[in-house]
């Protein structure tokens, strides 16, 4: 079956330095691979979305790519500050299908 | 203010109790979603529904009913069938044929 990964172990970096976060996926190449933010107690919100045609995709600090052939989303956050800190998770959709599935995401805490 | 409301947010009830959480959404969307999110875990889809009076079951809708009478509206019923209930629970909306999702605050239940 599809499934897609994403370390469990939280990421600590300190402030000023990029942040790269990771998902991978197993068999299909997922048509689509989102990220989204979830504070503690607080519902995801999305960030980026990259298809699978498209090896790179920016939005300010932001940059998220796509590797087929390593089957791997990295997620890059540049110049980060503690108010990056927060979980961030991948979802993948198939093609054909609008419903995603949903890593269990990674922690990053962003020290001062 | 557009967005995607859930009410309660903290919700505490009795072993053997059936109780609705409340979805609303007024960014006109058409598909609407219901995942559970568990410590350690990622989202996991118990109901889905793309169209008014039309449903699916996700992954996990065992213990679980929803309706869909309008489109703004997507309450989810967690029936005493459901064995473990206590988690954090997430409403989502996304546009026809759009990946990206909004989310609503959650409602964190606890079952005693």
């Known amino acids: 079956s599809q499934k897609i990964e994403q370390n469990s172990e939280a990421l600590n970096i300190q402030e000023g330095k990029t942040a790269t976060l990771t998902c991978n996926y197993t068999?299909?190449?997922?048509?689509?691979l989102q990220w989204y933010r979830q504070d503690p107690g607080r519902g995801p919100v999305f960030l980026l979305l990259?298809?699978?045609?498209?090896k790179e995709k920016r939005k300010e600090r932001l940059k998220v790519t796509f590797d087929t052939t390593l089957k791997q989303s990295l997620f890059h956050i540049t110049a980060s500050q503690p108010a990056d800190s927060a979980t961030y998770l991948c979802a993948q959709s198939l093609g054909g299908s609008y419903i995603p599935t949903f890593g269990r995401g990674t922690s990053l805490i962003v020290h001062p | 203010d557009g967005g995607i409301t859930q009410s309660p947010k903290y919700l505490f009830r009795k072993e053997g109790q059936n109780v609705t959480l409340s979805c609303e959404q007024n960014?006109?969307?058409?598909?609407m979603y219901w995942y559970r999110q568990d410590p350690g875990q990622g989202l996991r889809l118990i109901y889905y529904?793309?169209?008014?009076?039309?449903?699916q079951k996700g992954d996990i809708a065992e213990g679980y009913s929803v309706s869909r009478e309008k489109k703004e509206s997507f309450p989810l019923t967690v029936t005493s069938a459901q064995k473990n209930p206590t988690a954090f629970y997430l409403c989502?909306?996304?546009?026809?044929?759009?990946?990206?999702?909004?989310f609503g605050p959650g409602t964190r239940l606890t079952v005693l």
């Open positions: 989502a909306s996304s546009g026809q044929r759009e990946y990206e999702q909004f």
């Open positions: 990259i298809r699978e045609n498209e």
């Open positions: 068999n299909y190449s997922p048509a689509y």
């Open positions: 529904s793309q169209i008014v009076n039309d449903f």
């Open positions: 960014l006109n969307h058409d598909a």
